[in-house]
């Protein structure tokens, strides 16, 4: 398995709380991706980062800042949570032209 | 943009059954990736099968194959033999080709069910 690690895998929160789940790997890839995961949606790209403090915004960026201070670290951070941010989020990691990779994800209910 | 429809919500097929999975994909590029991608009940995403869009011989990794039509834009996954752990949701994915980062586009998902 690609070394891809998520933390937490469960979280629960409250409406307006700050959140951050962490992204980990291993495998020195450039690229990173941060995914949420809705019912009838796929999974839907918030965030992606090509090298460290390089970031960009993917389709549903809203309510979402993220940071890359080292090539192994992607951080996704809900600066304050709310109910329709209750999804499992998926981070991943890829080179190009290659298939990308992904973590086991992070359920995380906000209620 | 680029969009993905898999138009199949859910697949029942009993056991040692063939069953295809149908995905079509809207775009204006030449050059891209498509992938197949299945999630079991554990949550991973499983990378299936990979197609890239220049290559026009199909995939095909083991009992898992694709049918890949680049004029209809349309790329199909076909799973022979079905087994019990095939039962999962599948994801049809495309990529842009290109340097730089790549982003996954993914269609809605099927779920399948592999019945005994």
């Known amino acids: 398995d690609a070394g891809i690690t998520q933390s937490p895998r469960h979280k629960v929160t409250e409406t307006g709380t700050p959140v951050t789940l962490r992204c980990h790997q291993t495998?020195?890839?450039?690229?990173m991706y941060w995914y949420r995961q809705d019912p009838g949606h796929g999974l839907r790209l918030i965030h992606y980062?090509?090298?460290?403090?390089?970031?960009d915004k993917g389709e549903v960026s809203d309510g979402y800042s993220v940071s890359r201070s080292k090539t192994e670290d992607f951080l996704l951070t809900l600066e304050s949570a709310t109910s329709s941010q209750t999804s499992v989020y998926f981070c991943a990691i890829g080179g190009v032209g290659q298939p990308q990779h992904f973590g086991d994800g992070t359920r995380l209910s906000i209620l | 943009a680029q969009t993905v429809t898999q138009s199949q919500p859910e697949m029942s097929v009993q056991e040692a059954e063939t069953v295809t999975l149908s995905c079509t994909y809207d775009t204006s590029e030449s050059n891209y990736y498509l992938f197949w991608y299945k999630q079991p009940p554990s949550r991973q995403m499983i990378l299936v099968i990979r197609?890239?869009?220049?290559?026009?011989q199909n995939a095909t990794e083991n009992r898992f194959s694709v049918n890949f039509q680049k004029a209809a834009k349309s790329f199909s996954l076909k799973i022979s033999d079905s087994q019990l752990g095939d039962t999962a949701m599948y994801f049809c994915a495309f990529m842009n080709h290109g340097q730089g980062a790549q982003k996954l586009v993914f269609g809605q998902g099927t779920r399948l069910t592999i019945n005994p």
């Open positions: 197609q890239e869009a220049y290559k026009q």
């Open positions: 495998e020195n890839h450039r690229y």
């Open positions: 980062s090509y090298g460290v403090k390089d970031t």
